[in-house]
C-alpha cells in the first residue's frame, strides 16, 4: 500500500495555468505529473553538463584547472630539453677544443696521444680491385692540397723549423703605446703589456685565422690567431672582442678593443704574446712598437 501511494504522488496529474492578472483569461495550461518534472530536471542537467564538458574540453579553458595537463606546455618542455642537451653537447665541444689549445700554448702533449685508437680490425679484400685512371688523379690532386692545413705547402713546414724563418714576416704592430713590462720567462711573463689610449683599436699582426675568441676570470676578454709557420699571437685583457672563432683575418684588421678586462689588469693596455711551436718567444725582437 505505501508503495502504491508513493508511485501514485509522483504520477498524480496537475494542471499548470497561466492566467492574465486582470481579465483572468487563460493563456497557457499544461498537465503535469511529479515524474514528469523530475524527468526533466534530470535532462537538463546531463544537456548542461555535456555543454560545459566540449566547452572545458575544446577551448583553453582547460588550462585553469587545476591539475589538468597542457598540451603545448609538454610540447614546449620536450623542445627545452632538446635544446638544452644540444647547448650542452656543444659546451662540451668547445670546452675540448679551448683546452686543446691551452695544451699547444703551454706545450703539453697527453701520453696516450701516440697510442694507436683501439677498435675492431676489419679486413678487406683488395686484391681484386683495380686502380681506375680517375681515382689516380683524385689521389694526385687531394696529395697536394691543404685543405685543412694552417702550414699551406710543404715549403713552408720545412723554413718553419729555422727561426729566420718568423724573421721573414713583415709583421704588423697590434697597437701603438709605450711598453710597461717586457718579455720575461723567469717571471713566466710571456708577452708585452702596452698601455695605448682609451678604445684603442687591437689589429691582427699577421693573416691568419681565430682559434680562441672568449672571456677568461684572470686575462679578460682574449683573442688568438693561429698563423703561417706553426706561429700563433694572443692578445689579453681587451674590452671588446670584434672576431669570432673561425674567422680569417688579414694583416692589421681591427680584431678587438684594448680595455682593462680580467683580474691581472692593472690599467688599460694590451697584452700581447707571440708562440712559435709552442714556445714563447719575444715580440721585441721582430716588432718595432714606438
Do not use: C
Not at 67 to 72: H, R
Not at 117 to 138: C, R
Not at 260 to 266: A, D, I, R, W, Y
Amino acid at each position: 500500500m505505501k508503495d502504491k501511494k508513493w508511485y501514485n504522488k509522483i504520477t498524480n496529474k496537475f494542471r499548470l495555468v497561466i492566467l492574465d492578472d486582470q481579465t483572468f483569461e487563460e493563456r497557457f495550461s499544461m498537465r503535469l505529473t511529479a515524474l514528469n518534472i523530475l524527468i526533466f530536471l534530470v535532462s537538463i542537467s546531463i544537456v548542461m553538463m555535456s555543454i560545459t564538458f566540449f566547452f572545458i574540453a575544446n577551448t583553453s579553458v582547460r588550462e585553469f584547472i587545476p591539475g589538468y595537463p597542457n598540451v603545448d606546455q609538454r610540447k614546449q618542455i620536450y623542445e627545452l630539453n632538446l635544446m638544452a642537451d644540444s647547448l650542452l653537447y656543444d659546451i662540451q665541444q668547445k670546452d675540448r677544443y679551448i683546452q686543446n689549445i691551452k695544451n699547444i700554448l703551454e706545450g703539453n702533449i697527453p701520453d696516450d696521444a701516440s697510442e694507436e685508437p683501439v677498435g675492431l680490425e676489419v679486413q678487406i679484400d683488395t686484391s681484386g680491385m683495380k686502380k681506375s685512371m680517375e681515382d689516380s688523379m683524385l689521389r694526385a690532386e687531394f696529395e697536394y692540397q691543404n685543405l685543412y692545413s694552417l702550414y699551406f705547402t710543404e715549403q713552408d713546414l720545412q723554413e718553419s723549423k729555422s727561426e729566420s724563418s718568423i724573421r721573414s714576416f713583415n709583421f704588423f704592430p697590434p697597437i701603438s703605446g709605450i711598453i710597461t713590462a717586457k718579455f720575461n720567462l723567469t717571471e713566466k711573463h710571456y708577452g708585452v703589456d702596452i698601455v695605448t689610449s682609451h678604445n684603442e683599436a687591437t689589429k691582427a699582426t699577421l693573416d691568419g685565422t681565430v682559434v680562441y675568441a672568449g672571456w677568461t676570470l684572470e686575462t679578460g676578454y682574449t683573442i688568438a690567431i693561429q698563423h703561417q709557420q706553426n706561429l700563433i699571437s694572443i692578445y689579453k685583457h681587451n674590452s671588446v672582442l670584434l672576431k669570432k672563432e673561425g674567422d680569417y683575418v688579414h694583416t692589421g684588421d681591427p680584431i678587438a678593443i684594448a680595455g682593462n678586462s680580467g683580474n691581472l689588469s692593472t690599467g688599460p693596455h694590451l697584452h700581447f704574446e707571440l708562440w712559435y711551436n709552442g714556445t714563447p718567444v719575444d715580440p721585441e725582437e721582430y716588432i718595432i712598437f714606438n
